[in-house]
C-alpha cells in the first residue's frame, strides 16, 4: 500500500503560481506512475499530469500543457506539480495518485488539496 500526502493548495489570483507536493510513503518500489487529477465543483474528476517514476516521461492534458510542469524527485519520495499563469478554471481539489506497473487502474489516492484561483 501507498500512501500519499498532497500539501501546498492554496488560494491566489489569477497569473500567479503554485506548487503543489505529493509526498509518498509505504510500498514506494511499486510505483510505476504519479499523477494528479484535479475535481471541480459539480464536475467529473480529471486528469492533470502524469509521469513515470523512474524515468522522465511525462504527459499533461492539454488545457494546462506550457502552464503545468509535473516532476519528482525519488529519493525524497516526493512528487510536484509547478502551476504557473493560473487561471479561474484552475479552481478545483487537487489529487496525487500513483499506478503499478501493468495496472489499469490508479490505486492509491491522497485526501486531495484545494486550489482557488480568482480572477
Known amino acids: 500500500q501507498v500512501r500519499l500526502v498532497e500539501s501546498g493548495g492554496g488560494s491566489v489570483q489569477s497569473g500567479e503560481t503554485l506548487r503543489l507536493s505529493c509526498l509518498a510513503s509505504?510500498?514506494?518500489?511499486?510505483?510505476?506512475?504519479m499523477g494528479w487529477f484535479r475535481q471541480a465543483p459539480g464536475k467529473e474528476r480529471e486528469h492533470v499530469a502524469s509521469?513515470?517514476?523512474?524515468?522522465?516521461?511525462?504527459y499533461y492534458a492539454d488545457s494546462v500543457k506550457g502552464r503545468f510542469t509535473i516532476s519528482k524527485d525519488n529519493a525524497k519520495g516526493t512528487g510536484y506539480l509547478q502551476m504557473n499563469s493560473l487561471k479561474p478554471e484552475d479552481t478545483a481539489v487537487y489529487f496525487c495518485?500513483?499506478?503499478?506497473?501493468?495496472?489499469?487502474?490508479?490505486?492509491?489516492w491522497g485526501q486531495g488539496t484545494q486550489v482557488t484561483v480568482s480572477s
Open positions: 509521469i513515470q517514476w523512474n524515468y522522465e516521461r511525462s
Open positions: 495518485t500513483t499506478q503499478r506497473r501493468f495496472a489499469a487502474t490508479w490505486s492509491s
Open positions: 509505504g510500498r514506494t518500489a511499486t510505483i510505476h506512475t
